[in-house]
Structure formats: structure tokens, C-alpha cells
């Protein structure tokens, strides 16, 4: 009897549908794909041995992707729109995107029934056009004051067609938009709660926790994070209830690799970074196997007691990330993130017309922050609001504070001036 039970818990059938689903996502490629019908020719793919196949294919860089994409491609781009990613640490890059494609991240990211969804877009994020959704599900970007105000009047259910909807019961977006859209909700609102809002879903940036802790306060709702990349967004990642990591969604799979030599694996516990498969349907036409957006993670020591899988904590990009033996290999922004994330002190990124229109939107950035190579060790150097050179004491005790507050030893701080950070910014 156990062992039939055993059968049908969530980590089972979890598992069972991703060896599924992987099989015929190879077996997709290995017809249509001229890459991989090479490496793939005259091989039986089943879900018994899906998982060797897939690790015998070539992991991908980005620019390693965009040199064999007319190679990768399944059929000619006819009737497809372009999209762009954000461009965060990098010049954005072009992806493809069939309607098929929107339908079923659609179908698969969308909850059913009287759920109202606000969905906050950016115009690099934006690539599913608002008609593949149902109608509970609101798409808005947030770009000037007149999108900031309808996202209030559908939130407020000012007038028609909102007043007779359903409130909204989830808003969605990246961490600096819903950062945003609050401050402005609390120019009129002292307390956002009566809106109704039960969740928030926020993505793309680290969240402090003074930030955690006033967005519950403000809409008196959960507030859950979420993590991927522009071009891989049909599989992202969630926070789970039950382990507090992050897990892949259905629609894919990750792997864990040293930074340093992808064909070595890293296991639980230890620090890698990730490597995407995206299934079929989700990405058809410029498909995504073993894809390797650059993120470094922390893998759990133990799996998710309820789905069997080992998560993971974002801890940053790669190319922001330092090796360093001296402090027990990579030092990342995640190491450094909480440290100075919610000091006042620290120079905030802003970059939108509403962050100079008011003042307070300038606390919806991110702490500017870079870490590099000093000498054998590491660095980490802060930007600050105000010119070091001037007020010494004052740049000099922040320094000591957040080098208190480093959970990682051997990283020197520096202080600089805002503007004077040397180099790009970590990406957080």
C-alpha cells in the first residue's frame, strides 16, 4: 500500500512528467533541427534514457547560441514576433517567438477561475501579446504617468469596466515596477490593503528585506519572488512554500555545472551555475537545450520534501562574481546584497522619468554595487550618495558597517562618490 501511495505523490509525478516531456522535446530537435538531427542521428529516445541523451549534448553560452541559431532552428521564422532581452549586463539580444509558442506559456502560467491577475510588462518582457490571455489576466507597462494611472484605476476599480470586475487578486511584475507602482499608490493611499491584493509576484531583482517586510505591510498580502531570463521566460523559477529555494516550472529542467569546466557537475550544496532546458511547445521554433544564461546559484543541501527536486538561491551573474581560494571560492552579490541593500547611505540605481519627477520612486532601484579581483583577494566597492572626499567620517563608518555586515571574510570595502563606482554595477 506504501509503495503504491508512493506512486502518486507530487515529487513522482513531477519527475515522471519532466523525463515525459524532455523525450519528446529531443525527439522534436532530433527531426526538425538540423543541429540536432546530427547529433542526434539514429538514437531511440525514451524516457528511460532521456536524461543521458540531454547530457551528452553541448551546453550553450549566449553568444555560443547565437552563432549555431540558424543551425538550431526547426522551420523557417514565418509569422513570428521579436522580442529583445533586458540588456541588463549586456547588449540585448534578439529571440523569436511564434504564436503556438505565447499560447501554451499562456495556458501554463495562468491560473483558472475568478483569479484577477495585473500584469506588469516592460517592453523587452513584453513579448505575449495581451489577447492570448483570459480576460482576468490585465497587461499594463509601466512607462509614464498615464499607464501609472490606469494601473490605479484598475487596481482602485474607479470606473467601467473595472468597477464591476473582480479586484485584483495578484499583481505581477519585476521587483523595480511593483517598487514603483506602490510609492505611487501611496501618494493618495496611506495603507494600499483595501485594494484587495492577496499576492505579490516579483521577479528579476533581489529583495531585501526591509523592502519584503514594507510591501506586506503596505498591501497586506503575500509576497512571493521569482527569477529567469528574458529569453528562457516559458521556464522560470519560483520560490517554493515548502523549501524556501527555487524550482524550475514544468516547462523545463535545469542542471548545475562549475562556471569553470560545464561538463563537471556540481552537487548538493554546492555553488554552480545553472543550465536551462526549455520543453516543447513551450520553445518550438529556436529551441533552448542545456542553455547557459550565466547565473551562479547556491544548491540546497537536502531536496524539497515536497517535490523531490534540489533548489536553488540566485546569487548572481557570473561575469559579476569572483573566485577567490583565499574566501573559500565565489564571492558573489548575493554575498553582499543584504549588507548594504537597506543602508541610506548607499547610492540607489534609477532610471526612469518617474524616479526625477518624485523623489521617493529613487528608492525603488537597487543598491549599486561591484565586486573584482584585488590583487590575491576580492573587492567589494560601494557607491554612496555623496562624495567620500568630503565627508571622510561618514564615508569611513559606512565602509566599517557594511564590512561588519559581510558574511563572507577576506572581502576588503571600498567607499566611492555617486558616479565614481569603478566599473558596471552588479546586476541584482
Known amino acids: 500500500m506504501d509503495a503504491e501511495a508512493t506512486e502518486h505523490t ?49 551546453v550553450f553560452t549566449a553568444d555560443g547560441w ?33 504564436a503556438a509558442e505565447r499560447q501554451a506559456f499562456a495556458a501554463a502560467s495562468v491560473s483558472g477561475g475568478d483569479e484577477v491577475v495585473l500584469n506588469l510588462v516592460g517592453l523587452n518582457h513584453g513579448l505575449q501579446p495581451v489577447d492570448v ?23 482602485e476599480r474607479r470606473d467601467e469596466p473595472y468597477a464591476s470586475m473582480p479586484p485584483v487578486t495578484t499583481v505581477a511584475g519585476s521587483l ?4 514603483h507602482l506602490s510609492l505611487y499608490l501611496r501618494r493618495r493611499h496611506e495603507s494600499l490593503t483595501h485594494l484587495g491584493v492577496s499576492r505579490l509576484s516579483v521577479f528579476r531583482h533581489l529583495l531585501s528585506p526591509a523592502w519584503r517586510a514594507r510591501l506586506e505591510l503596505w498591501w497586506g498580502a503575500r509576497v512571493d519572488t521569482s ?4 529569453e528562457l521566460s516559458a521556464c522560470g523559477f519560483q520560490e517554493c512554500g515548502d523549501c524556501g529555494h527555487y524550482h524550475p516550472a514544468p516547462s523545463g529542467l535545469v542542471e548545475f555545472v ?28 529556436e529551441p533552448r537545450l542545456r542553455y547557459r544564461p550565466g547565473d551562479l546559484v547556491q544548491i540546497a543541501d537536502q531536496p524539497c520534501p515536497r517535490w523531490g527536486e534540489f533548489g536553488f538561491r540566485v546569487l548572481g551573474r557570473e561575469q559579476h562574481a569572483v573566485w577567490s581560494p583565499d574566501a573559500a571560492g565565489w564571492v558573489t552579490p548575493a554575498d553582499c546584497f543584504e549588507a548594504v541593500a537597506d543602508l541610506p547611505e548607499v ?36 557607491e554612496l550618495r555623496y562624495d567620500p572626499l568630503v ?12 564590512h561588519a555586515r559581510m558574511p563572507v571574510a577576506g572581502v576588503t570595502v571600498h567607499t566611492h562618490g555617486q558616479g565614481q563606482l569603478p566599473g558596471p554595477p552588479c546586476f541584482i
Open 10 to 58: 507530487p515529487a513522482d509525478a513531477l519527475a515522471r512528467h519532466r523525463l515525459s516531456a524532455l523525450a519528446a522535446t529531443l525527439r522534436f530537435v532530433q527531426q526538425h533541427s538540423a543541429f540536432y538531427r546530427e547529433l542526434l542521428a539514429g538514437r531511440s529516445i525514451d524516457e528511460n534514457n532521456a536524461r543521458d541523451v540531454l547530457a551528452e549534448l553541448p
Open 66 to 98: 547565437q552563432r549555431q541559431r540558424a543551425g538550431l532552428r526547426t522551420g523557417p521564422p514565418v509569422g513570428t514576433v521579436v522580442g529583445f532581452t533586458s540588456g541588463t549586463t549586456a547588449v540585448p539580444r534578439p529571440y523569436l517567438s511564434t
Open 133 to 155: 490571455y483570459p480576460a482576468t489576466v490585465l497587461t499594463i507597462p509601466l512607462l509614464d504617468d498615464g499607464h501609472f494611472e490606469n494601473a490605479a484605476r484598475i487596481l
Open 176 to 179: 523595480r515596477m511593483v517598487k
Open 227 to 230: 527569477y529567469g531570463s528574458s
Open 258 to 285: 562549475d562556471p569553470r569546466d560545464p561538463s563537471v557537475p556540481v552537487g548538493p550544496g554546492g555553488r554552480g551555475t545553472v543550465v536551462v532546458t526549455v520543453f516543447f511547445p513551450f520553445i518550438q521554433l
Open 347 to 382: 547610492a540607489i540605481s534609477h532610471d526612469t522619468p518617474q524616479s526625477a519627477a518624485d523623489p521617493r520612486l529613487h528608492e525603488a532601484g537597487s543598491p549599486r554595487i561591484a565586486l573584482r579581483a584585488d590583487g590575491g583577494g576580492v573587492a567589494l566597492d560601494v
Open 391 to 402: 565627508w571622510p567620517a561618514e564615508a569611513e563608518r559606512v565602509r566599517r558597517t557594511v
